[in-house]
């Protein structure tokens, strides 16, 4: 979600069976047509390091793929349509007013460490996200939750006031400033999903989300982080819809598109982009070109600037940019 002129980014090119490697868990079917042709792990790229596999903190696409597996929130996003199911909360209730938000979380999801995954975990990561000192980039996202704003900016200092309440360990109620059709989508973002208060509290940041620290509760588990080289995931054999996870390990590379697409020619990966370069020849290869993938993929992004400083000072430089 962004506050800032938005722009569309048309088209993406892959090879191989599918748009994104994130259909790991979301897409049964190419999951299990990965299991079936005897592949142990899929392979796919990032491309870099994520900056952050702290759900408060990342603000990019490369982390949040990755948190994606690792942690589930309240709701989560269809990957087909992008309508809101739910996930942690296995249903909900809307006052009169739609701004009273009250969810029944599952019983039988669970923390890697045993620990079951509470109404209150919940609540500590949203104001863990929205506390100032915890520096949330994406924190203004929940601006739309009541006393969220004040909190975050310092105006108020009492966490209480915020519109988020554990009335035990498996109801929560949000409480949002008004209605707004978009305020279940909110919830699906990283900033807004529970987080192992105790983990986190006891290795500190960014150590807490080391392979030998974290303490996740999503369909797979982070077995091995090598900077700049790659992640490798587990399945998690505790999730709750463990069932429909059919690949049992994701090796994500952190390698740049050239290295990417040499890795697939020689079968060391299972989707990746085409360097542009390469299209052409793509398209007229017989075998190469019935595995490539081209369609629309929706996304957005901002400028920002600092009107404090020159040029961007003045209106009209910050228009033309634009």
Sequence with gaps: MKKRPLFLCLFTVTIALTLTWSVVTQKPTYA???AASG???LNVNLGGDPPALDPALAIDTSSN???EQLFIGLVDLDDETSEVEPDLAAAWTT???STVYTFSLRSDVFW???NPVTAQDVRYGILRSLDPETDSGYAYTLHIIENAEAYNTGTISDPNQVGVTALDTT????TF????SYALSILSLGVARPMPQWA???HGVPTWTQPANIVTNGAYQLTEWTHDDHILLTKNPDYYDATNVDIDKVKIWMVDTSTAWQMYQDGQMDTTGIPLNELDNVKADPLLSQQLFIAPEACTYYYGFSISQEPFDELLVRKAFI
């Design 95 to 97: 006052s009169t007013n």
């Design 112 to 114: 890697s460490d045993g």
């Design 39 to 41: 592949s142990p792990q």
């Design 65 to 67: 793929s990755v948190i």
């Design 171 to 174: 109801t929560l109620r949000v």
């Design 32 to 34: 299990k047509a990965q």
């Design 177 to 180: 400033e008004h209605p707004a």
């Design 200 to 202: 986190i509290e006891a």
